[in-house]
């Protein structure tokens, strides 16, 4: 049972650490907080679902599918109306009525697009095998998906550390005005963090249906506190720290249901509220406040 | 400043006549009633944002804490309504205590901090190993004190306090206090703004008033359960009925309410079909157009805004 | 009512006034009709419905259930009315909620006092049916409430409710528990839902078998928002149970049943409630596969009542429900239908358009009326103890599904 629990954890982990790393990136960059998320995740979903039924596209294709399109797609919101909203008093504040207001427009257009039945994928189309580790036996579905969200993760941490644009990015996490005054051009960088942002978060939604059940229209507000709790654990605007973050989440979350299944929606938010007392940055982040 | 105080005195009445004399043009009490919990639920919010910088993005634990420790002296203590809506504002100044350390916290880690903990008070509440205190998922049942119209009197009382505490900050020392701090705790310090303590009363405030607000919600709706008051979309409501009308000021937060919730209603009754999308389109029109509020057309023009 | 001299004098003089209608000009009535309560043009019957949201799933099939029911009133000139003796056009007035209580709320009351509905019917589930009972209450307005079956609705004082379809929650287990006693099942796992609907099931399931001397194995509640269950699978297999009973709403029974089919665990008998409610979308996300061999409770139109003796009969309720819906009914889509047809009846039976008049013509039929849905009966606080829920497993007959009840 132990060992069980600690593996399914730290699969279910990987999964939440892809499943909050989008909102963690735009939040480094744009001090944005994505209320929108989970409907971007329930977007990718959807996207998942139906390649998988109407054309048998494996989900893993419709991943990679979805990464491009979803770049492409939150480029463009950036550009159409973030420099608007730049413009306020308090833009990191505003975002979040903007966001809530897309949240509603995507929910919206999803219950007329897909109605309100729950859908499902097949739980063997990410393989049926039932792998043993350490003498215990997990669905393939699980397995793949943590590696799936391994890879991916990975692939993030080579743009951010090894590209050019990945320096800009973080030089722009750092400080706005630093990275704009040495040349570098904010808003393509941010623009791009908002794509891939958003294209993490369908990634994530491609997956969901073997780990988080059926997909409905609505399921996006409930992922996006979740994620919330997530990269607050790990550490706010450090996207790697979402990788602790996920993990921390995954085993307290199965620990819980192995053990004291009652409680187990609690302890995520209790610790994320013991980290904001005592470490506030986040378990990697640096000191944030002065005052 | 008279004058000021006087624009301020002229919202007050105008928002407290149309309450008490809506209902008798149109008789769906409900309706004011809700906009009503809305609009001092946005005074709440108000007053800590518009004043602190703080965003209480859970601030229905308040709603939700008021509502039940309103319930339960009334089940459980029977004791009547309106001391137990009293019970239910202490009840959740109770909870700010607790939750004073999020004050460290600033920006989005404040905001997301106390979503964090209106979700924890919501599990504790609703869970079954609490059922003998809180009846657990099994909800409240209020039918034996329910009185609408004095539920609705209750609830117009309330509001006129909550307004005129937010006239008395926006035209006080303390208001100033306030927000000298949330533009430069530093500074505000060094002049010597007691800053901890200052923003501490706001907090308390701000938790009282969604108690109060709560524990006459229990009473008017009076069967309920616990995701009806600790349902997150009240946070999310009141936040940007407040924000779209403009912080920081008495009005905005009345004039944020009285149109989107306006609409809301509108839009909801006669064309339910796309009424998720239409509201949706709105608000980020609003914010693209109007990013600091409805109160910044007045502004612009030079007006006082009270 | 009882007859008295006035009342059958001013039956006699309505009888008059729709005599005259018909023969003489309209003055003639409209002088006549100011003596006696006029018949309205039209009765206007109340609803909300959610069209998104967490309930919208079960929301929408039953108010398209209800609206099947008035389209075919009106189809053959309105719902007779006893009270006037005569056919009375009907108007649905809805409005989408969704699925939040506290909007719900204000609808109510604007059903209530702007649209002034004679009929007050309540949305789906007990989360939005919850905040009307005060207000029908309030306003002394009838609730037909289809399937808010939650417990505290129902009280000696307050008479203005009555539940139309499935008894009140704390029963529905009923039959269940004693089909686990005859069966002899002694290791049990028991695994609920955090909210009204399935606890207060697990509550009565535990207290049952207890009296029987059968404790849970395992005994667990888990928040309603759960939506993965592989560990809480192997928990329940590391307890080594026969029978394995998981109480949930849809968006957990299907996580489940993929849990326990992924994980290869076989168990002597899996008992979930929603296959039995909502089987096609059950199908759809769980497999004919995985749900085969599994137990339920049964509902129309998978259980089948011969002996109807209102309304359509179900295979002639399925075949117009789907010719006008373009989908096959499920259960909810019957729940709104017989919401209906308990309207009607009453309607039929009335001795006025009065609140209290029509919850008396309801008891004047409870116990005697039989529809697609089973028995209408109620008690006196307005819940439903006419229909009850066997137990059925699902056997594979074809590409699909069908039920074979095991008790009682």
């Given at each position: 049972?132990?060992?069980?629990?600690?593996?399914s954890?730290?699969l279910?982990?990987?999964f939440?650490?892809?499943?909050?790393?989008?909102l963690?990136?735009?939040f480094?960059?744009?001090r944005?907080?994505?209320?929108?998320?989970g409907?971007?995740?329930m977007?990718?979903?959807?996207?998942?679902?139906?390649?998988?039924?109407?054309?048998?596209l494996?989900?893993?294709l419709?991943?990679?599918?979805?990464i491009?399109?979803m770049?492409?797609?939150?480029?463009?919101?950036y550009?159409a109306?973030v420099p608007r909203?730049?413009?306020?008093?308090d833009?990191?504040?505003?975002?979040?009525?903007?966001?809530?207001?897309?949240?509603?427009?995507?929910?919206a257009i999803?219950v007329i697009?897909?109605?309100?039945?729950p859908?499902?994928?097949?739980?063997?189309?990410?393989g049926?095998?039932?792998?043993?580790?350490?003498?215990?036996?997990?669905?393939?579905?699980?397995?793949?998906?943590?590696?799936?969200?391994?890879?991916?993760i990975a692939?993030?941490?080579v743009?951010?550390?090894h590209t050019k644009?990945?320096?800009a990015?973080?030089?722009?996490?750092?400080?706005?005005?630093?990275?704009?005054?040495?040349g570098?051009n904010?808003?393509?960088?941010?623009a791009?963090?908002?794509?891939?942002g958003l294209?993490?978060?369908?990634?994530?939604?491609t997956l969901?249906?073997?780990l988080?059940g059926s997909i409905t229209?609505?399921?996006?507000?409930?992922?996006?506190?979740t994620?919330f709790?997530?990269?607050i654990?790990?550490s706010?605007g450090?996207?790697?720290?979402?990788?602790?973050?996920?993990?921390?989440?995954?085993?307290?979350?199965?620990?819980?249901?192995s053990?004291?299944?009652?409680?187990?929606n609690?302890?995520?938010?209790?610790?994320l509220f013991?980290i904001?007392?005592f470490?506030?940055s986040?378990?990697l982040g640096?000191?944030?406040?002065h005052a | 400043?008279?004058?000021?105080?006087l624009?301020g005195?002229?919202?007050?009445?105008?928002v407290?006549?149309l309450f008490?004399?809506?209902p008798?043009?149109?008789?769906?009490?409900?309706?004011?009633f809700?906009?009503?919990?809305?609009?001092a639920?946005a005074?709440?919010?108000?007053?800590l944002?518009?004043?602190?910088?703080?965003?209480?993005f859970?601030y229905?634990g308040?709603f939700?804490?008021?509502?039940?420790?309103?319930a339960?002296?009334i089940?459980?203590?029977?004791?009547?309504?309106?001391p137990a809506?009293?019970?239910?504002g202490?009840a959740s100044?109770?909870?700010?205590?607790l939750?004073?350390?999020?004050?460290r916290l600033s920006g989005?880690y404040?905001a997301?901090g106390?979503?964090?903990?209106?979700?924890?008070?919501y599990?504790?509440?609703?869970n079954?190993?609490?059922?003998?205190?809180?009846n657990?998922?099994?909800?409240i049942?209020l039918?034996?004190?329910?009185?609408?119209r004095?539920?609705?009197?209750?609830?117009?009382?309330?509001v006129a306090?909550?307004?005129?505490?937010?006239?008395?900050i926006r035209?006080?020392?303390f208001?100033?206090?306030l927000?000298?701090?949330?533009?430069?705790?530093?500074?505000?310090?060094?002049?010597?703004?007691h800053?901890?303590?200052?923003?501490?009363?706001?907090?308390?405030?701000?938790?009282m008033?969604?108690?109060?607000?709560?524990?006459?919600?229990?009473?008017?709706?009076?069967v309920f359960?616990?995701?009806?008051?600790?349902?997150?979309?009240?946070?999310?409501?009141?936040i940007v009925f407040?924000?779209?009308?403009?912080?920081?000021t008495?009005?905005?937060?009345?004039?944020g309410?009285f149109?989107?919730?306006g609409?809301?209603?509108?839009?909801?009754?006669?064309?339910?079909?796309y009424?998720?999308?239409?509201?949706?389109?709105?608000?980020l029109?609003l914010?693209?157009?109007?990013?600091?509020g409805?109160?910044?057309?007045m502004k612009?023009r030079?007006h006082?805004?009270? | 009512m009882k007859?008295?001299?006035y009342?059958?004098?001013?039956?006699?003089?309505?009888?008059?006034?729709?005599?005259?209608?018909?023969?003489?000009?309209?003055?003639?009535a409209?002088s006549?009709?100011?003596?006696?309560?006029?018949?309205p043009?039209?009765?206007v019957?109340?609803?909300l419905?959610a069209?998104?949201?967490?309930?919208?799933?079960?929301?929408?099939?039953?108010y398209?259930g209800l609206k099947?029911w008035?389209?075919?009133?009106?189809?053959?000139?309105?719902a007779?009315v006893k009270?006037?003796?005569?056919?009375i056009?009907?108007?649905?007035?809805?409005?989408?909620?969704?699925?939040?209580?506290?909007?719900?709320?204000?609808?109510y009351n604007?059903?209530?006092t702007?649209?002034?509905v004679?009929?007050?019917v309540?949305d789906?589930?007990s989360?939005l049916?919850s905040?009307?009972v005060?207000i029908?209450?309030?306003?002394?307005?009838?609730?037909i409430?289809p399937t808010?079956?939650g417990?505290?609705?129902?009280?000696?004082?307050?008479p203005?409710i009555?539940?139309?379809?499935?008894?009140?929650s704390?029963?529905?287990p009923?039959?269940?528990?004693?089909y686990?006693?005859?069966?002899?099942y002694?290791?049990?796992a028991?695994?609920?839902?955090?909210?009204?609907?399935?606890?207060?099931?697990?509550?009565?399931?535990?207290?049952k078998?207890?009296?029987?001397h059968?404790?849970?194995?395992?005994?667990?509640?888990?928040?309603?928002?759960?939506?993965?269950?592989?560990?809480?699978?192997h928990?329940i297999?590391s307890?080594?149970?026969?029978?394995?009973?998981?109480?949930?709403?849809?968006t957990n029974?299907i996580?489940?049943?993929q849990?326990?089919?992924?994980?290869?665990a076989k168990?002597?008998?899996?008992f979930?409630?929603?296959?039995?409610?909502?089987l096609?979308?059950?199908?759809?996300?769980v497999?004919?596969?995985?749900?085969?061999g599994?137990y339920?409770?049964?509902?129309p139109?998978?259980?089948?009542?011969?002996?109807?003796?209102?309304?359509?009969?179900?295979n002639?309720?399925?075949?117009?429900f789907?010719?006008?819906n373009?989908?096959?009914?499920n259960f909810?889509?019957?729940?709104?239908?017989?919401?209906?047809?308990?309207?009607q009846k009453?309607?039929?039976n009335?001795?006025?358009?009065?609140?209290l008049?029509l919850?008396?013509?309801?008891?004047?039929?409870?116990?005697?009326?039989f529809?697609?849905?089973g028995l209408f009966?109620?008690?006196?606080t307005?819940?439903?103890?006419?229909?009850?829920?066997p137990?059925?497993q699902?056997?594979?007959s074809?590409n699909?599904?069908?039920?074979?009840v095991?008790?009682?």
């Amino acid at each position: 049972m132990l060992t069980y629990t600690i593996i399914s954890g730290l699969l279910f982990g990987l999964f939440c650490s892809l499943m909050g790393i989008g909102l963690n990136l735009i939040f480094g960059v744009m001090r944005f907080v994505n209320l929108a998320h989970g409907d971007f995740l329930m977007l990718g979903a959807f996207g998942a679902y139906f390649a998988y039924t109407f054309w048998g596209l494996s989900p893993a294709l419709a991943l990679v599918v979805e990464i491009i399109v979803m770049i492409a797609i939150g480029a463009l919101i950036y550009y159409a109306f973030v420099p608007r909203l730049l413009r306020s008093r308090d833009p990191e504040m505003l975002s979040l009525i903007f966001f809530f207001g897309i949240s509603q427009i995507i929910q919206a257009i999803a219950v007329i697009a897909f109605s309100n039945n729950p859908r499902s994928i097949v739980w063997s189309a990410l393989g049926s095998a039932n792998y043993q580790v350490l003498g215990q036996g997990f669905q393939e579905s699980w397995v793949v998906s943590a590696l799936i969200s391994a890879i991916v993760i990975a692939l993030v941490y080579v743009y951010l550390y090894h590209t050019k644009i990945g320096y800009a990015t973080r030089a722009v996490m750092g400080s706005q005005e630093e990275a704009a005054s040495s040349g570098i051009n904010v808003h393509r960088v941010s623009a791009i963090a908002m794509g891939i942002g958003l294209a993490l978060a369908s990634a994530a939604g491609t997956l969901s249906p073997f780990l988080l059940g059926s997909i409905t229209p609505n399921m996006g507000s409930d992922i996006t506190t979740t994620s919330f709790s997530i990269i607050i654990i790990g550490s706010l605007g450090n996207p790697l720290g979402t990788v602790l973050g996920g993990l921390i989440y995954g085993l307290s979350s199965m620990f819980m249901q192995s053990y004291v299944p009652s409680w187990a929606n609690l302890v995520p938010y209790l610790l994320l509220f013991l980290i904001l007392l005592f470490k506030p940055s986040g378990l990697l982040g640096k000191v944030v406040r002065h005052a | 400043m008279r004058k000021h105080l006087l624009y301020g005195a002229i919202v007050f009445v105008v928002v407290i006549l149309l309450f008490t004399l809506l209902p008798s043009v149109y008789s769906n009490e409900d309706l004011f009633f809700q906009a009503m919990v809305y609009l001092a639920l946005a005074q709440g919010v108000n007053i800590l944002y518009g004043f602190t910088g703080y965003l209480p993005f859970g601030y229905v634990g308040f709603f939700g804490t008021g509502a039940y420790a309103t319930a339960l002296s009334i089940t459980l203590l029977h004791i009547p309504p309106i001391p137990a809506i009293l019970i239910g504002g202490l009840a959740s100044v109770v909870l700010g205590i607790l939750l004073s350390p999020l004050l460290r916290l600033s920006g989005a880690y404040f905001a997301i901090g106390s979503l964090a903990a209106s979700q924890m008070v919501y599990y504790i509440v609703s869970n079954p190993a609490l059922q003998n205190l809180t009846n657990g998922p099994y909800g409240i049942n209020l039918e034996s004190v329910y009185q609408p119209r004095a539920s609705y009197i209750t609830m117009i009382v309330i509001v006129a306090l909550v307004m005129g505490v937010v006239i008395y900050i926006r035209n006080s020392r303390f208001g100033l206090a306030l927000q000298a701090i949330r533009e430069d705790p530093v500074s505000a310090g060094m002049a010597g703004i007691h800053v901890v303590r200052q923003r501490a009363m706001a907090w308390f405030l701000s938790a009282m008033i969604a108690g109060v607000v709560g524990g006459a919600f229990a009473w008017h709706i009076s069967v309920f359960y616990p995701t009806t008051v600790f349902d997150l979309n009240i946070s999310i409501f009141a936040i940007v009925f407040t924000l779209f009308g403009g912080v920081t000021t008495v009005l905005g937060p009345v004039l944020g309410m009285f149109v989107l919730y306006g609409f809301y209603n509108v839009i909801g009754i006669s064309e339910p079909q796309y009424f998720q999308l239409i509201y949706g389109v709105l608000i980020l029109v609003l914010v693209l157009f109007l990013p600091s509020g409805m109160v910044s057309l007045m502004k612009r023009r030079g007006h006082y805004v009270p | 009512m009882k007859s008295t001299p006035y009342r059958v004098l001013s039956r006699i003089a309505v009888s008059g006034v729709i005599a005259s209608a018909m023969t003489l000009s309209g003055v003639a009535a409209a002088s006549a009709a100011s003596k006696a309560p006029a018949a309205p043009k039209q009765i206007v019957i109340g609803t909300l419905y959610a069209s998104s949201g967490s309930f919208a799933q079960s929301s929408l099939p039953q108010y398209a259930g209800l609206k099947f029911w008035v389209n075919q009133m009106n189809q053959s000139g309105g719902a007779y009315v006893k009270a006037f003796h005569k056919k009375i056009p009907l108007k649905l007035v809805a409005y989408n909620d969704q699925s939040s209580s506290t909007t719900a709320a204000t609808l109510y009351n604007q059903l209530i006092t702007q649209n002034k509905v004679n009929i007050l019917v309540s949305d789906f589930g007990s989360v939005l049916t919850s905040v009307a009972v005060p207000i029908a209450q309030e306003h002394k307005m009838l609730l037909i409430d289809p399937t808010g079956t939650g417990d505290s609705f129902f009280s000696k004082t307050n008479p203005y409710i009555a539940l139309t379809s499935l008894p009140t929650s704390g029963v529905w287990p009923t039959t269940l528990a004693n089909y686990l006693i005859d069966k002899h099942y002694k290791r049990i796992a028991v695994i609920y839902d955090q909210n009204d609907f399935d606890q207060s099931q697990a509550t009565t399931l535990t207290n049952k078998l207890k009296t029987a001397h059968i404790t849970p194995v395992y005994n667990n509640s888990v928040p309603t928002s759960t939506s993965n269950y592989p560990v809480l699978v192997h928990a329940i297999m590391s307890s080594n149970p026969d029978a394995v009973i998981e109480l949930g709403y849809p968006t957990n029974d299907i996580p489940f049943l993929q849990s326990v089919s992924a994980s290869g665990a076989k168990f002597n008998m899996l008992f979930t409630i929603f296959p039995g409610q909502l089987l096609s979308s059950m199908e759809q996300n769980v497999g004919v596969t995985s749900l085969a061999g599994t137990y339920t409770y049964p509902t129309p139109p998978l259980l089948v009542y011969n002996n109807v003796n209102f309304g359509l009969g179900m295979n002639a309720f399925a075949t117009a429900f789907s010719k006008a819906n373009n989908s096959a009914p499920n259960f909810l889509d019957v729940a709104g239908y017989n919401a209906g047809l308990v309207i009607q009846k009453a309607l039929a039976n009335t001795n006025g358009l009065s609140q209290l008049q029509l919850r008396q013509s309801l008891y004047t039929f409870s116990g005697k009326m039989f529809t697609l849905d089973g028995l209408f009966k109620l008690s006196p606080t307005g819940a439903q103890i006419g229909e009850t829920l066997p137990v059925a497993q699902l056997v594979k007959s074809g590409n699909g599904l069908k039920v074979n009840v095991v008790t009682p």
